[in-house]
């Protein structure tokens, strides 16, 4: 699984990227949180088909989150008008939708199908978990919290390198059985892996301080959070419903989660790699630096613009 962000601005565009909005790649499907300007643009530079979308997830009705949404979904269904596709998203999603939609006298499928969501909703996208997370904005939004499946899988590579051989018995092996070759017998268990079973919780657009998620603790392996400004702007976090950097280090503690990925940065930062949780992941124990210290048991994954994060 990949973690494609199209953008990863506050705010507005600007010459250093998009705004914040992010593709996550499963090998057959799409998910797609948030729809910045340009969304189609980006994901045709990543080489992500729109026609692969399964869901599209959107947090709130700003605009930096769903500027590109129905320019987007009228082009999918342009080339693709019996495409599935799900939108779930906040209350008033479906008018913003329509009436863009209805104005701009474009069409969709049939196929296509909107459902509101509200805080504790939970939905799946094929085999993938998903619930609706209150978050602490100034207008109603929601975050996500996403399991996918644990699946138990045989390396049969591994089993050829230790003398398996070539021909039917393999299927018995990713049937998970012993199987007994001469005087030898390969266990099933020697060669069995997992994949999957990550659990991601997406917070933004909110003000970490005061949004509950003690429910998540221990129970989430990788935080997506925004991290609008550094700790000298909190009290635009309080104003603004947005996050700082001590918020995210109090918010990992308290989940007991220990990987973290910063989006939705402050334009006053210029570059995202400017902002000083990226800074911090570059020079860890820089005492000069303005915000909270990360401490050394978190492992901070960069989001540049237009890249992405493998997930295990
Ligand atoms: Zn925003
Ligand atoms: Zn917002």
Redesign the pocket.
């Known amino acids: 699984m990949k973690l494609h962000f199209l953008g990863t601005h506050a705010g507005f565009p600007s010459k250093f990227g998009a705004t914040s909005g992010l593709v996550i790649e499963f090998p057959s499907r799409l998910i797609l949180i948030d729809a910045p300007e340009n969304s189609q643009q980006i994901m045709a530079q990543l080489q992500l088909s729109i026609q692969k979308l399964s869901a599209i997830l959107i947090t709130?009705m700003?605009m930096?989150?769903v500027a590109g949404l129905v320019p987007l979904l009228q082009s999918a269904f342009v080339r693709d008008r019996t495409m599935t596709l799900t939108l779930y998203g906040p209350p008033g999603i479906t008018e913003y939708v329509n009436t863009i939609n209805k104005l701009t006298a474009g069409e969709m499928s049939p196929n296509f199908k909107i459902v509101e969501v509200s805080p504790g909703f939970e939905f799946a996208v094929n085999d993938i978990q998903f619930t609706a997370v209150k978050m602490s904005?100034?207008?109603e939004?929601n975050g996500y919290y996403m399991r996918t499946p644990l699946k138990k899988l045989i390396n049969l590579k591994k089993a050829r390198e230790d003398g398996f051989p070539f021909g039917l018995e393999a299927q018995k092996l990713k049937n998970f059985e012993d199987v007994q070759i001469n005087d030898r017998l390969f266990k099933a268990a020697d060669y069995t892996e997992t994949e999957g079973g990550n659990r991601i919780l997406f917070t933004y657009?909110t003000n970490l301080k005061s949004t509950d998620l003690k429910q998540f603790k221990g129970l989430v392996d990788l935080l997506v959070t925004e991290c609008s400004f550094a700790d000298d702007k909190l009290e635009n976090c309080t104003e603004y419903?947005h996050s700082c950097v001590c918020m995210v280090i109090d918010t990992l503690k308290e989940i007991e989660c220990k990987q973290v990925v910063v989006t939705h940065v402050s334009q006053r930062y210029g570059a995202p790699t400017e902002h000083p949780v990226q800074k911090e992941l570059e020079f860890k124990k820089r005492s000069e630096f303005i915000g909270s210290p990360v401490p050394d048991w978190v492992d901070m994954l960069e989001a540049r613009s237009h890249g992405w994060v493998e997930i295990k």
């Open positions: 709130h700003h930096d989150h904005h100034v207008v939004c657009d419903g």
